[in-house]
């Protein structure tokens, strides 16, 4: 009989929990009182919180999968809006294997194994070589930055709507159709859910673009922090060298900790997550250009537009 009345009690307890636990998660992951209204309005206040970061500087602990392979290693990265970027991968011992660049016009592919540099037009062809990933330059710096590259919408009208799991954090959905057959999918979570949208905080959490059925490519992002801004004069081991000027304005925007790329149809997944990153640093004019190092083969890139 005790053992009867001992285990009656915890059942109790344990429906009292349940309910505790329920009134927990739903009032974390309460829907917004006041939503946003369009993805375009949901959009422009997610850029507003992040438009003073116009450049950033990060180095990543990144790993790879494809082919069979798995691959980890570090990269110190630099994206500036638009679409200039900078790569480099560095071996355990701290010697550089291979680097990208990308000055918007330009790009140019360094790899220490075979000796060779390969040059041509920045485009979404080239880069892929580098991340195994069918996107381009410009949508690249974008998502290093925590926001979205949005296609332009033609045809289909797009679709907005609020979703909330019966656990777990509710997300607007924006799906959004472009030319050629394109279709985006972006997912937004909302720090602040209870204020004013003018005072609500966008995160994007989820992209994914597809071309006639197919996804080319899906991001997450995950455990957004707040980034400082960059010294104003640079390392002097730092790849943006000195005697550059500051590239943008103060700022201590959240940027994602962890970035995942992926492509469902190879298999190939990237990831990086951030050790450090910082705001505007200091950038010397021809960081994103890469002199040819000496006894390489210098090949030119067939790849041409996107």
């Known amino acids: 009989m ?7 009690q915890q059942k109790k307890g344990g429906a009292a929990l349940l309910v505790l ?14 939503p946003f209204v369009s993805g375009r309005s949901l959009l422009d206040r997610n850029l507003e919180e992040t438009n003073c970061s116009r450049a950033i500087r990060g180095e990543a602990r ?32 701290g010697v550089t294997v291979s680097t990208l660049t990308s000055d918007g016009r330009e790009f140019s592919l360094y790899q220490l194994e075979s000796r060779s540099y390969l040059t041509g037009e920045a485009n979404q062809c080239n880069l892929q ?13 974008e998502i290093l930055r925590g926001r979205p590259p949005v296609l332009v919408a033609e045809g289909q009208a797009p679709t907005f709507e609020y979703i909330q799991p019966v656990l777990g954090r509710g997300y607007y959905q924006w799906v ?64 943006s060298l000195m005697g550059g000027a500051v590239s943008g304005p103060a700022c201590s925007a959240k940027l994602p900790s962890e970035v995942e790329l992926s492509v469902p ?42």
């Open 265 to 306: 149809s190879t298999g190939y997944r990237l990831m990086l997550s951030n050790v450090e990153v910082e705001h505007n640093p200091v950038l010397a004019s021809d960081v994103f250009q890469q002199a040819i190092p000496s006894g390489v083969v210098v090949q030119r890139s067939k790849c041409s537009g996107e």
């Open 2 to 8: 005790l053992s009867r009345r001992v285990f009656g």
């Open 21 to 34: 636990s329920s009134s927990f998660f739903w009032g974390c992951y309460a829907a917004p009182q006041i």
């Open 62 to 93: 990144m790993s790879f999968a494809g082919d069979g392979r798995r691959l980890s290693g570090q990269l110190l990265y630099l994206a500036e809006a638009p679409e200039q970027l900078r790569l480099d991968i560095l071996s355990p011992f």
């Open 129 to 141: 070589k580098f991340t195994q990933v069918p996107i381009p330059p410009r949508a690249l710096v």
């Open 176 to 239: 959004i159709w472009g030319a050629n057959q394109t279709r985006e999918e972006l997912h937004f979570t909302v720090e602040f859910p209870q204020k004013e949208p003018a005072l609500q905080v966008p995160r994007l959490k989820f992209l994914s673009v597809e071309q006639a059925g197919q996804i080319l490519y899906e991001v997450h992002f995950r455990g957004y922090a707040k980034a400082e801004m960059a010294q104003a004069t640079a390392r002097s081991d730092d790849f």
